[in-house]
């Protein structure tokens, strides 16, 4: 019997965009079953066109910066595409698969993506605001897959 894992997918920032998919497709990889969870700002994840996903210098403690910068600093006009232009560029050198790219492997490896109803609703998004193959369910129909799941993760 195949191994189960099951995560959630609540932030639509560059940086928490990542490990969601990469997670996923090395489990499926690894001929795992895995489904996605998308809620609230993880449903951006979802979207058609995600190569503007940003990365938010602000409150980001741990985000590695080339010099120190005060908070304030953090906050000013233009801070925001900084960062996600030198996030962008360091992942590319470094050979890292874009999040579209991701996302397409996980795909074709058979990861389920669920679309969370509740919030799609709350945020007046349309089914055609995703990508094709998204399912849409509850955290009812989530949790059945998740209470059987060996390995469950919040991100």
Same mark, same amino acid.
Not at 29 to 42: C, N, P, R
Not at 75 to 93: H, I, R, Y
Not at 100 to 112: D, I, N, Y
């Given at each position: 019997?195949? %191994?189960?894992? #099951?995560?959630?997918?609540?932030?639509?920032?560059?940086?928490?965009?990542?490990?969601?998919?990469?997670? #996923?497709? @090395? $489990?499926?990889?690894?001929?795992?079953?895995?489904?996605?969870?998308? @809620?609230?700002? =993880?449903?951006?994840? *979802?979207?058609?066109?995600? /190569?503007?996903? %940003?990365?938010?210098?602000? &409150?980001?403690?741990?985000?590695?910066?080339?010099?120190?910068?005060?908070?304030? #600093?953090?906050?000013?006009? =233009?801070?925001?595409?900084? $960062?996600?232009?030198?996030?962008? $560029?360091?992942?590319?050198?470094?050979?890292?698969?874009?999040?579209?790219?991701?996302? #397409?492997?996980?795909?074709?490896?058979?990861? %389920?993506?669920?679309?969370?109803?509740? @919030?799609?609703?709350?945020?007046?998004?349309?089914?055609?605001?995703?990508?094709?193959?998204?399912?849409? =369910? =509850?955290?009812?129909?989530? *949790?059945?897959?998740? &209470?059987? /799941?060996?390995?469950? *993760?919040?991100?």
């Amino acid at each position: 019997m195949a %191994k189960k894992m #099951a995560l959630i997918a609540t932030k639509g920032t560059l940086d928490m965009a990542y490990p969601p998919f990469i997670l #996923a497709s @090395t $489990a499926a990889a690894l001929d795992w079953e895995v489904q996605i969870f998308f @809620t609230f700002y =993880g449903l951006q994840l *979802l979207r058609r066109d995600i /190569s503007d996903i %940003k990365l938010s210098p602000l &409150g980001n403690p741990a985000m590695p910066m080339p010099v120190p910068l005060p908070v304030f #600093a953090q906050m000013l006009p =233009g801070m925001e595409a900084m $960062a996600t232009m030198m996030m962008n $560029a360091k992942l590319k050198a470094k050979g890292v698969a874009s999040l579209t790219e991701l996302r #397409a492997l996980c795909q074709e490896a058979g990861v %389920k993506f669920i679309a969370c109803q509740m @919030t799609v609703d709350l945020f007046d998004f349309k089914n055609s605001d995703f990508l094709d193959g998204v399912e849409y =369910g =509850g955290a009812a129909t989530f *949790l059945d897959f998740a &209470g059987e /799941s060996d390995v469950c *993760l919040f991100i």
